[in-house]
């Protein structure tokens, strides 16, 4: 780590943390890999990185599943590691949808999404489509939808992912607005982003998710998102895409800033034990590899599909 932080994961955390993304990378692709054979190929036969990139965000979801699982006292057993993999799928698929073919197309998907949410369906277009439908209808066949927490969750992380895809592709919604006032957005957006993302995993493995929890969750979630901005600062300036990180003339200098006062909530909002070990140490994990994505990308033309371990 290159500077301190008010936690730092002691030898047999940090053990542990690289134990479990090892063995649950596995598990992962075990989950994963055999729907995207048999439902979208292409995917895995065409683009081995892109592929890779969906493991990787997989296997962070499924870690964090498994610290926040811990974190509530409860079970983690092959039932949730297949719900964490499962969502990291789908939110890997849904914001390739967004990002990646063009401004028309996201906002075709943006209201196909809205209509899927609220009717449970949408005409299949395309493997990439089948396969995200594939994985969501079993997804939501492990949880029930309309458990009150996790229709709200669904439903927030739409509506920030929305706003987030809809600040990029209409630059009017910003244009009239001061520098500080934009800094202010985006920050928002992407703490809401990562915030929703941990609530939605952690409602769709728990049986019931304590309101106390809530503040703690939300905060290591919007971390993970401001972190993984950070690394790919250089390829989203590249490609157009607005965000807090890489609008600022110091990210680094800020991004530690939030890291600590984000620890600290974490600390201070989560029960002491294993889980909040694992939550922790994965975070302070990923603030050291994407430190390290944003150094080689700003050396050279790196991709959003790099994956740093």
Not at 11 to 36: C, F, K, M
Not at 181 to 202: E, P, S
Not at 239 to 267: D, S, W
Request: aromatic content about 8%; glycine content about 6%; proline content about 4%.
């Amino acid at each position: 780590m290159e500077a301190s932080l008010p936690w730092q994961p002691d030898e047999a955390v940090a053990g542990r943390v690289e134990a479990l993304a090892h063995t649950l990378r596995a598990t992962v692709r075990d989950t994963l890999e055999p729907l995207v054979l048999a439902w979208h190929p292409s995917l895995r036969e065409r683009s081995s990185a892109e592929f890779n990139k969906m493991l990787e965000l997989s296997t962070k979801m499924t870690l964090v599943g498994q610290a926040c699982a811990e974190v509530l006292g409860a079970p983690f057993e092959a039932r949730h590691r297949r719900i964490a993999a499962l969502f990291g799928g789908c939110c890997f698929l849904a914001d390739s949808f967004i990002d990646n073919f063009g401004a028309a197309v996201a906002r075709e998907y943006l209201r196909r999404f809205s209509e899927l949410f609220a009717t449970g369906w949408f005409e299949v277009r395309n493997e990439r489509e089948r396969l995200f439908y594939i994985m969501a209808a079993r997804l939501f066949a492990e949880r029930d939808v309309l458990d009150p927490m996790v229709r709200q969750s669904v439903l927030k992380l739409h509506e920030a992912q929305a706003l987030d895809a809809l600040l990029r592709i209409e630059p009017s919604r910003t244009a009239l607005m001061s520098e500080a006032q934009r800094r202010i957005l985006l920050k928002r957006v992407a703490r809401d982003r990562g915030g929703h993302t941990i609530i939605l995993l952690t409602a769709l493995l728990a049986p019931a998710l304590p309101v106390s929890l809530l503040a703690g969750l939300f905060a290591a979630g919007s971390l993970f998102m401001y972190i993984d901005d950070h690394g790919d600062c250089f390829t989203d300036r590249r490609e157009g895409r607005l965000t807090y990180m890489n609008q600022l003339r110091r990210p680094q200098r800020t991004l530690h800033k939030i890291v600590t006062a984000h620890f600290l909530c974490v600390l201070a909002t989560l029960p002491s034990g294993a889980g909040r070990d694992i939550l922790l140490g994965t975070l302070a994990r990923y603030y050291s590899t994407r430190l390290e994505k944003h150094r080689a990308q700003r050396k050279r033309a790196g991709t959003a599909w790099d994956v740093y371990e």
